[in-house]
């Protein structure tokens, strides 16, 4: 059985470990909703794509996992960024999206648009990489579900309407979007598990 | 234990898997994270144990697991089971990762048909091996009709086959694998976890990953997340109790395993966690562990 | 660094050191080489490749070496190492009507285009053991240029063409061909799921559901079109060149069969097609996974799926020998928690017995 094995261990590659750094992070932020959770060390991108979204990207792409990409950021460099990382699969439509990305709550389409599963595949829906200004300083909104131990207040920049939109989103439960809100430098994870209180 | 060079593994990936499969398990925990209980399908790859032998747990932690973390493995409670050996040998040698027999020292616990006693904290994970995911199978054979009572979350049928337990025998029959029903939606099936460790997943501080291999299927339960194992007003759920204490630790708070088989009256018993047994006599034992008789 | 050795580590150890000395059996005997495995036990090779899901003879034949025979095993270590490998892209669909042929048979009529040829086949040997092969000296001439007869080209022999047959599929680029080895399979399930599903399913358990439909549970009545054996082309698209550039070889066995159907209110009477395909020269397996073809095609000729062999969800999920030699030997693992647990139930319910005369219920997993 052991033949096979004798040579020297190749440690992980730099990208294969920041893959692994960046899923944790967000294996975490879906875990603990409401919490902020930061990220590891991101990989450099090409404009207007920052490394937080580009670090989510690369850690989930793959051929298999069709992606959105909000007109602002679908531009030729990063489309060929992303093809040369990942062997991306774009897809026209949020409808379409294993994931989604927005780089500005004001450019994020209705929680809707998105995919929300079926009834007994809820797994098929579309999880939306958001970029937002900022974690903190937007409307206080005590969240409560799995991952919560009791309530947890979050507070990001969002546009008006977004919480309404959400109580709807998380009232097709089990159906439903998962949103990875990041500002950068932290994470925060708001499964559809998860509602207003 | 840092591994030795000579036991770590040249020609494959890090963790055995390559980065594509570990990205597609990935994705497929991150939903199960948002929809505790639900079987998520995914890729299962053939792993170089045995199908039914943890390659669901296998593949989880390989996705799971980086360089940081340390590992420990545990069967039926124990690191020295032969099977946990075996699969601790094989991220030693396909990870060269960082093992431990300590529940506290460990940052990711795969385990086969126990939950340790320790309770676990938000800086750890435990990976569950799962021969049938699915908590009716053996009421509702086909896959596809059982996918729609989840859909509706239709879960009559197991509450008639207790009620029927119940109706003949007075208790019901699930001694282990007793269906837990998460976060108010999703009927589940714990892993085949004697009852006694049922109440562990509820509302624990640490994240349960569930890996069904064979089934193609992984589920998670989120920590602070309710678990109610089925039961009725009348006959309410109740967990394995001992009229003795182990042998070794006297601990009358753990599962216990039965030991040798004197006859009646000399059955004796010990914990199934090797691990809490023997911090308990370590504690109870302060001067021997100074002197050097506690573990490196 | 040091590591501690736990009871079970040693046992391990010392369970492989004997492993491989049972393995190499009297030292006094030759070892085996692979190539000899490769060429002299070239079934065994075939098959492994066939529910490895990996086409290559050496791999194969070391894997069969390392198992000591053991089919079941050697399939399961070629199917681990092929699961860690790249994937550079996919092939073209391989041109079975264009094979090189070894062998080809149809049973359907006397003389069919492009003809029957025996090839090496054990179909017409007395299943006498020769006792010659002890002594180990057979010579024969260096392999003499055997019969390979080039292009076949009907595929079904006579019955091309014939307005009784039923048409064969559309071109496969209507649809982008399934994968069960990234995939889960959802039920009803696509034919060209299920057919990937037992081109790699369980030899014996092929045989044994097909062995059934033709004893009545499931009939579908069968005959076998074409049958044959040799070297195909593998060709794969390369984007930059915009054509495909042919690869390598590969041995198949293909088996056509033919089904009597009576037909239903849209479809008039006529006969229905069975397709099975393996690695290297594989008939029983080939000729197995066509009757079962069939026969979970019962949903699509409205016929009532009412035997094992029919019911898809049956068959496709059982059919996996490395699954289920995985789950079958896995009952060797400690399961004394559990059992702790179902005598404690037990002495409860003896407790308490009897109370109604009743059978007892099943217990979970």
Same mark, same amino acid.
Not at chain 3, 119 to 124: A, F, I, K, N, S
């Given at each position: 059985?052991?033949?096979?094995?004798?040579?020297?261990?190749?440690?992980?590659?730099?990208?294969?470990?920041?893959?692994?750094?960046?899923?944790?992070?967000?294996?975490?932020?879906?875990?603990?909703?409401?919490?902020? +959770?930061?990220?590891?060390?991101?990989?450099?991108?090409?404009?207007?794509?920052?490394?937080?979204?580009?670090?989510?990207?690369?850690?989930?792409?793959?051929?298999?996992?069709?992606?959105?990409?909000?007109?602002?950021?679908?531009?030729?460099?990063?489309?060929?960024?992303?093809?040369?990382?990942?062997?991306?699969?774009?897809?026209?439509?949020?409808?379409?999206?294993?994931?989604?990305?927005?780089?500005?709550?004001?450019?994020?389409?209705?929680?809707?648009?998105?995919?929300?599963?079926?009834?007994?595949?809820?797994?098929?829906?579309?999880?939306?990489?958001?970029?937002?200004?900022?974690?903190?300083?937007?409307?206080?909104?005590?969240?409560?579900?799995?991952?919560?131990?009791?309530?947890?207040?979050?507070?990001?920049?969002?546009?008006?309407?977004?919480?309404?939109?959400?109580?709807?989103?998380?009232?097709?439960?089990?159906?439903?979007?998962?949103?990875?809100?990041?500002?950068?430098?932290?994470? +925060?994870?708001?499964?559809?598990?998860?509602?207003?209180? | 234990?840092?591994?030795?060079?000579?036991?770590?593994?040249?020609?494959? #990936?890090?963790?055995?898997?390559?980065?594509?499969?570990?990205?597609?398990?990935?994705?497929?925990?991150?939903?199960?994270?948002?929809?505790?209980?639900?079987?998520? @399908?995914?890729?299962?790859?053939?792993?170089?144990?045995?199908?039914?032998?943890?390659?669901?747990?296998?593949?989880?932690?390989?996705?799971?697991?980086?360089?940081?973390?340390?590992?420990?493995?545990?069967?039926?409670?124990?690191?020295?089971?032969?099977?946990?050996?075996?699969?601790?040998?094989?991220?030693?040698?396909?990870?060269?990762?960082?093992?431990?027999?300590?529940?506290?020292?460990?940052?990711?616990?795969?385990? &086969?048909?126990?939950?340790?006693?320790? @309770?676990?904290?938000?800086?750890?994970?435990?990976?569950?091996?799962?021969?049938?995911?699915?908590?009716?199978?053996?009421?509702?054979?086909?896959?596809?009709? $059982? &996918? !729609?009572?989840?859909?509706?979350?239709?879960?009559?049928?197991?509450?008639?086959?207790?009620?029927?337990?119940?109706?003949?025998?007075?208790?019901?029959?699930? $001694?282990?694998?007793?269906?837990?029903?998460? #976060?108010?939606?999703?009927?589940?099936?714990?892993?085949?976890?004697?009852?006694?460790? #049922?109440?562990?997943?509820? #509302?624990?501080? $640490?994240?349960?990953?569930?890996?069904?291999?064979?089934?193609?299927?992984?589920?998670?339960?989120?920590?602070?997340?309710?678990?109610?194992?089925?039961?009725?007003?009348?006959?309410?759920?109740?967990?394995?109790?001992?009229?003795?204490?182990?042998?070794?630790?006297?601990?009358?708070?753990?599962?216990?395993?039965?030991?040798?088989?004197?006859?009646?009256?000399?059955?004796?018993?010990?914990?199934?966690?090797?691990?809490?047994?023997?911090?308990?006599?370590?504690?109870?034992?302060?001067?021997? !562990?100074?002197?050097?008789?506690?573990?490196? | 660094?040091?590591?501690?050795?736990?009871?079970?580590?040693?046992?391990?150890?010392?369970?492989?050191?004997?492993?491989?000395?049972?393995?190499?059996?009297?030292?006094?005997?030759?070892?085996?080489?692979?190539?000899?495995?490769?060429?002299?036990?070239?079934?065994?090779?075939?098959?492994?490749?066939?529910?490895?899901?990996?086409?290559?003879?050496?791999?194969?034949?070391?894997?069969?070496?390392?198992?000591?025979?053991?089919?079941?095993?050697?399939?399961?270590?070629?199917?681990?190492?092929?699961?860690?490998?790249?994937?550079?892209?996919?092939?073209?669909?391989?041109?079975?009507?264009?094979?090189?042929?070894?062998?080809?048979?149809?049973?359907?009529?006397?003389?069919?285009?492009?003809?029957?040829?025996?090839?090496?086949?054990?179909?017409?040997?007395?299943?006498?053991?020769?006792?010659?092969?002890?002594?180990?000296?057979?010579?024969?001439?260096?392999?003499?240029?055997?019969?390979?007869?080039?292009?076949?080209?009907?595929?079904?022999?006579?019955?091309?063409?014939?307005?009784?047959?039923?048409?064969?599929?559309?071109?496969?680029?209507?649809?982008?061909?399934?994968?069960?080895?990234? /995939?889960?399979?959802?039920?009803?399930?696509?034919?060209?799921?299920?057919?990937?599903?037992?081109?790699?399913?369980?030899?014996?358990?092929?045989?044994?559901?097909?062995?059934?439909?033709?004893?009545?549970?499931?009939?579908?009545?069968?005959?076998?079109? /074409?049958?044959?054996?040799?070297?195909?082309?593998?060709?794969?698209?390369?984007?930059?060149?915009?054509?495909?550039?042919?690869?390598?070889?590969?041995?198949?066995?293909?088996?056509?069969?033919?089904?009597?159907?009576?037909?239903?209110?849209?479809?008039?009477?006529?006969?229905?097609?069975?397709?099975?395909?393996?690695?290297?020269?594989?008939?029983?397996?080939?000729? %197995?996974? %066509?009757?079962?073809?069939?026969?979970?095609?019962?949903?699509?000729?409205?016929?009532?799926?009412?035997?094992?062999?029919?019911?898809?969800?049956?068959?496709?999920?059982?059919?996996?020998?490395?699954?289920?030699?995985?789950?079958?030997?896995?009952?060797?693992?400690?399961?004394?928690?559990?059992?702790?647990?179902?005598?404690?139930?037990?002495?409860?319910?003896?407790?308490?017995?009897?109370?109604?005369?009743?059978?007892?219920?099943?217990?979970?997993?």
């Amino acid at each position: 059985m052991t033949t096979a094995f004798s040579s020297p261990a190749a440690p992980p590659s730099e990208a294969a470990q920041r893959d692994q750094r960046v899923f944790r992070v967000l294996l975490r932020a879906l875990s603990y909703p409401g919490r902020v +959770v930061l990220l590891p060390a991101l990989p450099s991108a090409p404009a207007p794509l920052c490394p937080a979204l580009a670090g989510l990207l690369l850690g989930l792409l793959d051929l298999e996992a069709g992606l959105w990409l909000t007109p602002a950021l679908d531009c030729p460099p990063i489309r060929s960024f992303l093809t040369y990382r990942a062997a991306v699969q774009f897809v026209a439509t949020p409808r379409e999206a294993v994931l989604a990305v927005v780089d500005d709550p004001a450019g994020l389409p209705p929680l809707d648009a998105f995919h929300p599963g079926e009834p007994a595949c809820p797994e098929r829906s579309t999880t939306v990489l958001l970029r937002v200004p900022a974690l903190a300083g937007g409307p206080a909104v005590a969240l409560r579900g799995p991952g919560i131990e009791a309530t947890a207040t979050v507070a990001p920049r969002v546009p008006y309407g977004f919480w309404d939109q959400w109580a709807r989103n998380h009232a097709r439960y089990p159906l439903g979007i998962d949103i990875i809100m990041t500002d950068g430098v932290g994470l +925060v994870g708001l499964p559809r598990s998860v509602g207003r209180e | 234990m840092i591994p030795n060079d000579d036991e770590v593994a040249g020609g494959y #990936n890090f963790a055995y898997l390559d980065e594509q499969t570990k990205r597609m398990v990935r994705r497929a925990i991150l939903k199960a994270v948002c929809i505790p209980g639900h079987q998520v @399908p995914f890729g299962s790859r053939e792993m170089p144990l045995p199908a039914g032998w943890g390659t669901g747990g296998l593949q989880v932690t390989a996705s799971v697991i980086g360089p940081d973390d340390v590992l420990k493995v545990i069967d039926q409670g124990t690191d020295a089971a032969t099977n946990a050996v075996s699969i601790r040998a094989f991220f030693r040698r396909v990870a060269g990762l960082a093992t431990t027999e300590r529940t506290r020292e460990a940052s990711l616990i795969q385990t &086969r048909h126990r939950i340790p006693e320790t @309770p676990l904290t938000e800086e750890q994970i435990l990976v569950l091996q799962v021969p049938q995911p699915e908590p009716l199978r053996q009421l509702v054979p086909r896959g596809a009709a $059982a &996918r !729609r009572l989840h859909a509706f979350a239709d879960y009559g049928v197991m509450y008639v086959k207790l009620y029927e337990d119940i109706a003949r025998f007075g208790r019901v029959t699930l $001694a282990y694998d007793y269906p837990v029903l998460v #976060n108010g939606r999703y009927l589940a099936s714990p892993s085949p976890i004697p009852r006694f460790d #049922n109440p562990k997943l509820d #509302n624990s501080r $640490a994240l349960s990953l569930f890996g069904a291999g064979r089934e193609r299927r992984l589920y998670a339960i989120p920590p602070y997340t309710r678990v109610a194992s089925l039961d009725f007003g009348d006959h309410p759920f109740e967990v394995q109790r001992w009229s003795v204490g182990c042998a070794l630790c006297g601990s009358r708070a753990s599962y216990l395993d039965e030991i040798g088989s004197g006859g009646p009256g000399a059955r004796m018993f010990v914990c199934s966690d090797t691990d809490y047994c023997e911090e308990r006599r370590e504690a109870s034992a302060p001067a021997r !562990r100074a002197a050097g008789g506690g573990r490196p | 660094m040091f590591s501690t050795v736990t009871g079970g580590e040693a046992a391990i150890a010392a369970a492989h050191e004997l492993l491989a000395r049972k393995r190499r059996g009297d030292s006094r005997v030759a070892e085996l080489g692979v190539d000899q495995v490769r060429e002299q036990l070239s079934l065994a090779v075939d098959r492994v490749m066939s529910e490895g899901s990996l086409h290559d003879p050496t791999l194969a034949a070391l894997a069969i070496k390392q198992a000591q025979g053991d089919l079941g095993e050697a399939i399961c270590l070629l199917r681990a190492f092929r699961t860690t490998l790249e994937r550079f892209g996919e092939t073209e669909a391989v041109d079975t009507p264009s094979m090189r042929i070894r062998r080809r048979i149809a049973t359907t009529h006397k003389s069919v285009p492009g003809g029957q040829l025996l090839g090496p086949t054990y179909d017409y040997t007395h299943r006498l053991l020769d006792f010659a092969l002890m002594a180990e000296n057979e010579d024969l001439p260096p392999d003499p240029a055997v019969a390979v007869a080039e292009v076949v080209p009907a595929t079904l022999g006579a019955l091309e063409g014939n307005a009784l047959l039923e048409a064969a599929l559309a071109a496969a680029d209507d649809a982008e061909p399934g994968d069960i080895t990234r /995939d889960t399979i959802t039920f009803p399930s696509r034919r060209d799921v299920r057919l990937q599903n037992l081109a790699r399913g369980e030899e014996g358990f092929l045989q044994g559901l097909a062995y059934s439909t033709m004893r009545g549970f499931g009939r579908n009545h069968p005959f076998i079109a /074409d049958l044959r054996h040799g070297e195909v082309e593998v060709e794969l698209q390369v984007p930059e060149l915009g054509f495909p550039v042919c690869v390598g070889e590969i041995t198949l066995t293909e088996c056509q069969t033919v089904h009597r159907y009576p037909g239903d209110a849209a479809r008039p009477p006529q006969l229905t097609r069975g397709y099975g395909l393996s690695f290297g020269q594989c008939e029983r397996r080939a000729i %197995a996974m %066509a009757l079962l073809d069939r026969a979970m095609r019962a949903n699509e000729f409205n016929e009532e799926a009412e035997f094992p062999a029919q019911d898809e969800e049956f068959v496709l999920a059982h059919s996996d020998g490395v699954e289920a030699s995985g789950l079958i030997q896995h009952l060797k693992l400690p399961h004394y928690v559990d059992f702790q647990a179902v005598q404690q139930l037990l002495e409860k319910l003896r407790a308490s017995w009897p109370p109604r005369p009743q059978e007892f219920p099943d217990d979970s997993e």
